[in-house]
């Protein structure tokens, strides 16, 4: 695959992610932050092989990560929000922080054209 085909693809997922983590912070929405998760990973998997060996390889691993964390997350608040509504919030608070800050340090990467490991 071309350096510029898996440069649009993860400009693309990045923007994904960015709106589907703030539409997972949102109680009533967030279960379509996790669908939207879904469908990102699923087009993560399925470009990661075609980036071996190249930058987009990490950043790939990065988006497999932060879905599975704010999927996973996303699932406990929503559970948690029954119990105590104050954990839940706190849990969608830690989980939209986390994610933002990896999304961003990868765009940062991705648009200095390096790794999101390096």
Known sequence: MKHQELNRVAWVLYWGYWVLTILAAIP??????????LGLVIVA????????????????????LVAIVGIIGSLLAVASFFVNIIVALVLIFAVL?????RIVKGMLRLNSERAYDA
């Open 28 to 37: 009533l929405t967030s279960w379509l932050g996790v669908l939207g998760y």
């Open 45 to 64: 998997f399925m470009k990661m092989s075609d980036a071996t060996q190249t930058i987009y390889e990490s950043h790939f691993r990065n988006y497999v």
């Open 97 to 101: 922080v986390w994610s933002a800050y």
